[in-house]
């Protein structure tokens, strides 16, 4: 049974950090792209962050510059650092993996995980 598990939420101050985390189980994701979606409440689920099996990294504009997205392929864990956090960065946060070098659209990830919250108090 495929599983991606998200942790690392919380709340913190503008300004502030966080390190998200998933770790991926039940498959080896070593030739799947593994991203980062966000939403807020009232929005549609949108692109934040890639990283193909080749370790290339793909950012969203809103994001460019403060977070950084990694891969860890002997935990089969990716890693979404976030830096300089705003209030506009409030959301749930997603990890998805799908079987393809790099997309961000979401409609391309087979899998998801459940999410974790991430909320910037300004």
């Known amino acids: 049974q495929v599983q991606l598990v998200e942790s690392g939420g919380g709340l913190v101050q503008a300004g502030g950090s966080l390190r998200l985390s998933c770790a991926a189980s039940?498959?080896?994701?070593?030739?799947?792209?593994m991203g980062w979606f966000r939403q807020a409440p009232g929005k549609e689920r949108e692109f934040v962050a890639a990283v193909s099996w080749s370790v290339s990294t793909y950012y969203a504009d809103s994001v460019k510059g403060r977070f950084t997205i990694s891969r860890d392929a002997a935990k089969n864990t990716v890693y979404l650092q976030m830096n300089d956090l705003k209030p506009e960065d409030t959301a749930v946060y997603y990890c998805a993996a799908g079987d393809r070098y790099y997309s961000r659209s979401l409609r391309e990830y087979d899998y998801w995980g459940q999410g974790t919250q991430v909320t910037v108090s300004s």
């Open positions: 039940g498959r080896t994701f070593s030739r799947y792209v």
